[in-house]
């Protein structure tokens, strides 16, 4: 038997109906990806397997470097066969590591090769491989539909002219590709420098005079808005905790003014800011029925040496050890007292949180909307069975599995949509085992449509994205 096979993870009779009856052919939304719009705009197609698959994947990199993998075969000047080659020597070496299990998943999915990879097997999984990418199945339009990718919503700069997006929505794909509201850079007071480079591109976008803190706000809300038009219906904050600091409209002046004019704004003052700016950020938000997502916790550029060798994003990151919740319930608090509470879904990257985070979205639930709070999927570091599970458990046990909104890819990779059936397996498993134990009736029709429900249709439901 091959080793991902039909069953694979599947562990009961009743987790295999499940998956095989309910979850296995939902169509996918994958409401949040890093995904390039000009990839798909260029119906990219790949000219290699490491282009596909190595090309920026610091999950990869991360394990190379732990195998004593040098830097040149990683993100250096090496052949891509000579860094797919040192991938695969890696792989055998990733046992009990979810790369693994993502490793086989895609090759069989993508590929049909079912063999496991290793330094032996790795030239003819190559030539096979490369010679599938040549085909119209494997572009960029060809994998989604492949995996029945209905809609994906990328993650974009409020400064992007989204020339992308409108060639997308002009070309006739049949996903939908929306883009999604990302306004870090809006907070960044305490780097000057950065700070008024970005205001300058803001003001190109948005076509204004970009004066004083008005105008900078008012830019701003100008983008939000293109981005509505654009069939933006989400935004996304990378943050290492919430702001939720007292800041008045004046002294988010005040601090606007001296971060415009050259002066870094400390510790203190970047929080006030910051924090007025995401109060701001929430009112456009509701206003419009979007929703917010936060990603809350993540350690970012650990090793500055290879900070400025390699650049961000490349696989020295880990997990935070901030308080998280006092910040996010005033967050939320602040925002409900003044009527502008947006759809919210909150990822945590710490699972000693999980409960933490699982409670706090239940204070918020306000009867609107099934769910208007969520409890983010495993995120980063937790897209993997136990943490999967972990999340699962703590959703279940202080809220409404029920009206979870499911998986997304997080992903810059075409490679990466196996993740949502690996999630679907995870899932059947765990209520499988549920029904086997008596703990959930075995009513397929019942507990099934919960698990079709999570796989697509509650979020379809839930984001509301133009058709």
């Known amino acids: 038997m091959s080793f991902i096979h039909d069953d694979f993870l599947l562990q009961s009779a009743a987790a295999r109906d499940l998956f095989h009856t309910y979850a296995k052919d939902e169509p996918i939304l994958d409401y949040h990806c890093h995904l390039p719009p000009q990839d798909v705009a260029s119906n990219r197609r790949f000219r290699n397997l490491h282009e596909i698959w190595l090309e920026g994947d610091h999950y990869k990199w991360r394990a190379m470097r732990a195998n004593g993998v040098p830097e040149e075969l990683i993100t250096g000047s090496a052949s891509p066969y000579e860094k797919f080659l040192a991938w695969a020597r890696t792989v055998p070496f990733t046992l009990r590591n979810p790369l693994y299990h993502w490793t086989h998943l895609e090759l069989l999915r993508y590929f049909d090769i079912d063999d496991t990879l290793n330094e032996q097997t790795a030239e003819s999984i190559w030539n096979r491989a490369n010679e599938k990418l040549a085909t119209d199945e494997l572009s960029a339009h060809g994998i989604l539909g492949k995996f029945q990718v209905r809609a994906l919503c990328t993650t974009d700069d409020p400064t992007d002219s989204l020339s992308d997006h409108k060639q997308i929505a002009a070309s006739g794909l049949s996903t939908k590709v929306f883009p999604a509201y990302r306004p870090d850079k809006a907070l960044t007071v305490h780097d000057p420098a950065a700070f008024n480079a970005w205001i300058a591109k803001l003001e190109a976008a948005a076509n204004v005079e970009i004066r004083g803190f008005q105008s900078f706000l008012d830019a701003l809300a100008n983008r939000h808005d293109f981005f509505h038009s654009m069939g933006s219906r989400l935004s996304d904050h990378g943050l290492n905790t919430a702001f939720s600091e007292p800041c008045t409209h004046d002294d988010a002046a005040h601090i606007f003014d001296r971060a415009h004019n050259g002066q870094a ?203």
């Open 265 to 467: 704004a400390d510790a203190a003052e970047h929080a006030q800011f910051a924090s007025y700016l995401m109060h701001f950020f929430g009112r456009l938000d509701a206003a419009k029925g979007w929703t917010k997502q936060l990603h809350l916790g993540a350690r970012r550029a650990n090793n500055t040496r290879m900070f400025r060798q390699v650049g961000p994003d490349t696989g020295f990151d880990g997990i935070g050890d901030w308080p998280q919740i006092d910040a996010v319930a005033r967050y939320m608090d602040q925002l409900d007292l003044v009527g502008a509470l947006p759809k919210m879904i909150l990822y945590n990257v710490n699972p000693a949180d999980n409960y933490a985070f699982a409670t706090v979205i239940g204070n918020f639930q306000d009867g609107s909307v099934p769910g208007k709070i969520q409890f983010g999927s495993g995120w980063w570091f937790l897209d993997q069975k136990e943490a999967m599970e972990l999340q699962i458990n703590a959703l279940s046990n202080c809220g409404l599995l029920s009206r979870f909104v499911g998986m997304l890819t997080d992903s810059r990779s075409f490679a990466s949509y196996p993740r949502h059936e690996y999630f679907r397996r995870v899932l059947c498993n765990m209520l499988g085992r549920d029904i086997e134990n008596g703990e959930l009736p075995r009513d397929m029709p019942l507990v099934g449509g919960m698990v079709r429900s999570i796989c697509y249709s509650n979020a379809v439901q839930y984001f509301n994205l133009p058709a």
